[in-house]
Every structure is written in C-alpha cells, then in structure tokens.
C-alpha cells in the first residue's frame, strides 16, 4: 500500500514512463529521496524485456531481475499505474504539461524492431516475415496456459538478418525449437533447458541420434559486415589497439562456439537486396554480397542470389517507439543535451533513461543508465537530499559533471503545492482505480502473475 509519508506537504511528484530495469531503478532513487513518484507501465507486470526479451532459459537471472524489480516499486512514495500505455490511455501533452509534474522520465525502452532494410517487406509480416520482438515474445510465453497471441511455425532453413547478440538468440530458438520438435516426432520429450545447456549434439547422441539423421536445414544468420565487426563483446573505452585487436579476434571464438553448440550457418558480407515473393507471400530473400572498405559497407554490383526460405526473421536492432508529442531526430528521440538524457526543459523537464536513452540492449547499461538519472534528476535537478542512500561513485558520475552546468535551472524547481500534491495523487488514484488496481503492489503483482510464468 502507498502510505506516502507525509503526501499532503510540499512534495516533488515525478511521473516514469516503463516500469522495467531502468523505470523501477530510476523511481526507487527517487522515491528515496522522498519524492512521490508515480510510475505508469503499460503492460500490467512490470518487467519489460527481462520477461518479453531475455530468452527463457536464463531462468534464474529472470527470477532474480524480477524480484529486484519488485523491490524498488514496493516503495512506499511509487504509486504504480499498470496498463496505462503513454499515447494511448495516456497523453504525452498531459502528462508533460497539463499536470504541472517536477519532471517526467521516459524509461519505455527500444520497442519497435528497426525496418527490414527492403522496400515494401513490412506488407509481408505474418506471411513469410517476422520481426525479432515479436518472435521473442511468442518464444518466452508460448507455454502459458492464457497465451493468445500470434504463434509461428519453426521452418527448416529460416533466414535470419542479423549480427548482435540477440540475432545469436534468435537462431538458438530456432534450432533448439527444431530440435525438439523433430525429438518429439520420434516420440522422445527433451528438455529445451538441457538442450541449451548441454548443446544439441550430446543430447542427440544421448539418444543414438545425429543432427544428420534429423534430416534439419538449419536456419542461417547473415550478416553485413565480418564477424570481427559483430557486436558482440563491448570494446571498453580507452582500449589500447592490442586489446581492441584481442576483443575482435574474441568473437570469432563466440560465434564458433554458439555455431558448434547449436548448429546454424551464418554468412558474412551479406545484405538484403529484394523480396522473393510468391502467392502474397514472403517466399525467400535476394542477397547481395559486401566489402568493407575504411569502415564502409559498400554493395558488390550485380552479387545478388536467391535465397528461399518459408520464414525470414528480420534482427536489426530495436529503436525507440515513436510518441506524439516527443519529438524525433532520425530512429531517436530528438534530445535538448543527449548526455544528460533530457529531451525538454521547462516547467516540466522531460528526461529519457534506460534503453531508450542509450540504444543499448543489455541490463547493466539500462540500470547504470537509470541510476544517473536517477541521482541527477532528485539531488542536482530538484535539490533532493543524498541522505545516507547507497548510491556506488560511477552513478554519480554523469550527475557530478553535468549537475554544476545545469545549477540554473535547479533555481526554478520548487516542491509542489499540498494542494497541487493532492490533485495529482487524486488523477494517478482514479487511473490505478480504472485498471482494477488497489494500491497494493505485491497483491497486484501476486493477482496478474500467471502460475505458469517462465
Ligand atoms: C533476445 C534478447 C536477449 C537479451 N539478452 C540479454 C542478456 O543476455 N543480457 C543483458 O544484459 N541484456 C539482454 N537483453 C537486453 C535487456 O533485456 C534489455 O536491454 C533491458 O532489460 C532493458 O531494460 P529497460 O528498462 O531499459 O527497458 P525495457 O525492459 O524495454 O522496459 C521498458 C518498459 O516500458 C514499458 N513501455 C513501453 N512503452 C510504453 C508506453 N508507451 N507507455 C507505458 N509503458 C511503456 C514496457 O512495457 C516496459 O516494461 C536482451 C534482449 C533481447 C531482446
């Protein structure tokens, strides 16, 4: 329950935006300042892409991020508001200006899958092309008992384009998901986690099997560039050209061992460069060869093969969802000063934090991201106390050396009103009302947890 402290004084009221890693991070540092915080989700748990993204396998890593999540929003100054989307339940323009909020922070992550770089294949998705996000999100829930979204066909020989981890993601669902169903065609039921653990090859032979045998195309991942240019191991700042060198070298490793593992192909230098369509369905991909030349893509002329297949899966990378009202610069929100992650200044400053902010999948960047915001936005932008919280050096960074630059506009900040302070948590109480929510969050959280939640 929110008991709030003392509500009805002078208080600083902040609204999040995403409930996830970073919204439940970024709420907490300030609640702890004691600033009442309210934290709209539109979904009804707040877990964001630790339930939706991260693979089900990574079973006690889900649990423990949840559990953390849960923690930071059963503080007493948050009052959630689930299933209340931002541009649908929920205005941008109100939220940041009818209110007269402290500050609103956007922590809604990167939710929209970067465009299939082909001209008019977004008409084929559902028929023959599927885009990484969705693709997850059926793979993570598919088991529930209440699932009822779309569900996909694991194909032989499906393409993927990619080149990040979550690209290596996807082709490991693909041919765990083969695996197992070609498994259970001979009456046999594996374990998907045994699988993923183990690799498919000794579990195979556990049952005098082969890979061969199973008679599989297995799925391909391309990508553009060479593998010594994937993403996937991050090149620390102020890395001598040794150790860049060794970092590169690096995932040449990563990707046989993942190959060797679970057994797909991939393809370097490789782009798309048109559809193969047939019967209104996405039949197959054209790919054009790459050369890498200082760093730049450049196409091989006339290197394009036909490549078929009944499903492609577009991993590019995921972009911030577009809100009216938020204004854009390219695949990005368009940023007043992008290091501090504030979008807008005034009455009502509007922040962004997390994934959204800094175009990075992955947990530490998403909490590391929050907690500078986090003890920016309550201690140099509001004028919060630090208090005796437990807040590491390296959070504080961004705050140290943006806060003195940005001193002015702390001049402008007051707490709200009593009065003003009760009209808000009257509006954020009628919404919490209209959703079923009674202002208790573990009840909450104990009522829309499925029993079969992976
Ligand atoms: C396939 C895959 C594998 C991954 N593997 C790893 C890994 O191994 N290690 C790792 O560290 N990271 C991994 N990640 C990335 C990691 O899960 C995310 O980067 C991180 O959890 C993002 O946290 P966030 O809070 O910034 O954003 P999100 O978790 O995206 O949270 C945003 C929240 O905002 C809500 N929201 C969105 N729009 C609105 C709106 N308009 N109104 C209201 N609410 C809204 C969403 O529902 C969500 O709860 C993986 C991701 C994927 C997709």
Redesign the pocket.
């Known amino acids: 329950m929110n008991i709030g402290g003392n509500s009805t004084s002078s208080r600083y009221v902040v609204a999040v935006?995403?409930?996830?890693?970073?919204?439940s991070e970024v709420a907490r540092i300030l609640a702890e300042r004691g600033a009442l915080v309210f934290v709209?989700?539109?979904?009804a748990r707040?877990?964001?892409?630790?339930e939706d993204?991260?693979?089900r396998w990574?079973v006690d890593q889900r649990r423990e991020e949840y559990a953390k999540i849960d923690r930071r929003l059963s503080h007493a100054n948050i009052y959630y508001a689930p299933l209340?989307?931002?541009?649908r339940d929920l205005q941008f323009d109100e939220l940041a200006d009818a209110w007269g909020l402290s500050a609103v922070i956007l922590?809604?992550?990167?939710?929209r899958d970067r465009p299939f770089p082909v001209e008019g294949a977004d008409r084929y998705v559902g028929r023959g092309l599927v885009y990484q996000n969705s693709f997850?999100y059926w793979f993570n829930h598919y088991p529930e008992k209440t699932y009822s979204g779309p569900r996909y066909e694991i194909r032989p020989g499906t393409i993927v384009i990619g080149g990040g981890?979550?690209s290596i993601?996807v082709v490991k669902v693909l041919q765990l998901e083969a695996a197992l169903r070609a498994l259970e065609r001979l009456g046999i039921r594996e374990d998907l986690l045994r699988l993923e653990r183990e690799g498919i090859d000794p579990v195979l032979k556990s049952h005098d099997l082969t890979w061969p045998r199973l008679n599989l195309k297995p799925c391909k991942l391309y990508y553009r560039r060479t593998v010594l240019d994937m993403p996937l191991a991050d090149i620390p700042g102020g890395a001598d050209a040794k150790k860049v060198e060794a970092i590169r070298r690096a995932k040449i490793k990563i990707l046989d061992k993942a190959q060797r593992k679970y057994l797909f192909d991939f393809q370097e230098l490789s782009v798309p460069s048109g559809l193969i369509i047939e019967d209104e369905r996405l039949a197959g991909i054209k790919i054009a060869r790459t050369k890498v030349e200082q760093g730049r893509i450049q196409v091989v002329p006339a290197s394009d093969v036909e490549h078929r297949a009944e499903l492609t899966i577009s991993s590019i990378g995921s972009i911030p969802?577009a809100?009216a009202g938020v204004a854009q610069n390219g695949e990005v929100y368009r940023y007043v000063d992008p290091k501090l992650g504030l979008l807008r200044d005034g009455r009502t400053a509007v922040f962004a934090t997390?994934?959204?902010l800094t175009g990075k999948?992955?947990?530490?960047d998403?909490l590391d991201s929050a907690a500078e915001t986090g003890v920016y936005v309550a201690e140099r932008y509001l004028g919060l106390e630090p208090g005796g919280f437990e807040v590491g050096e390296s959070e504080r960074r961004l705050a140290r050396e943006m806060g003195e630059a940005q001193a002015a506009m702390l001049a402008q900040r007051r707490p709200l009103n009593p009065a003003r302070v009760a009209e808000l948590l009257a509006r954020v109480r009628e919404r919490q009302g209209a959703v079923g929510y009674a202002g208790d969050y573990r009840a909450w959280i104990a009522k829309v947890l499925p029993p079969d939640l992976q």
Do not use: M
């Not at 935006?17 to 919204?23: D, L, R």
């Open positions: 935006v995403g409930a996830a890693v970073a919204g709209f989700e539109q979904n707040p877990y964001g892409k630790i993204g991260l693979p990574h209340t989307r931002l541009g922590a809604n992550g990167a939710w997850i981890l979550a993601d969802e809100i997390g994934n959204v999948g992955n947990i530490k998403s």
